[in-house]
């Protein structure tokens, strides 16, 4: 059975930073991807990298936030640099077997989500 487990959540000062690691239990894939929910929002994708590094990102986090992986370690990362009180928001892995895509109930792993706080 895939788990997917996250770590590196907290609390931080605007401008502050924090890194997110997501290890997957078994096996490999081929998009892995942060998602983050707000109260009362719908989930909503921050960055996604396929297996040989192509990135992707939310407009709201250019240029802030970094996705890297290990395929090694089965681990992707999330570097989340001038964090504002908007990034606010449980945050989540999800992982797929195929290309990644900007629409959260196309992955079929996830997992149980990390809390970031600024303020």
């Known amino acids: 059975q895939v788990q997917l487990v996250e770590s590196g959540g907290g609390s931080v000062q605007p401008g502050g930073s924090l890194r997110l690691s997501c290890t997957a239990s078994v096996g490999s894939f081929y998009c892995m991807a942060w998602y983050r929910q707000m109260p009362g929002k719908e989930r909503e994708a921050v960055a996604a990298?396929?297996?040989?590094?192509?990135?992707s990102y939310a407009n709201s986090v250019k240029g802030r936030f970094t996705i890297s992986r290990d395929n090694a370690k089965n681990t992707v990362y999330l570097e989340m640099d001038s964090l504002q009180p908007e990034d606010t928001a449980m945050y989540y892995c999800?992982?797929?077997?195929?290309?990644?895509?900007?629409?959260?109930?196309?992955?079929?792993?996830w997992g149980q989500g990390t809390q970031v706080t600024v303020s």
């Open positions: 999800a992982a797929r077997g195929a290309a990644c895509t900007w629409t959260h109930w196309t992955y079929r792993y």
């Open positions: 990298i396929d297996d040989v590094g192509s990135t």
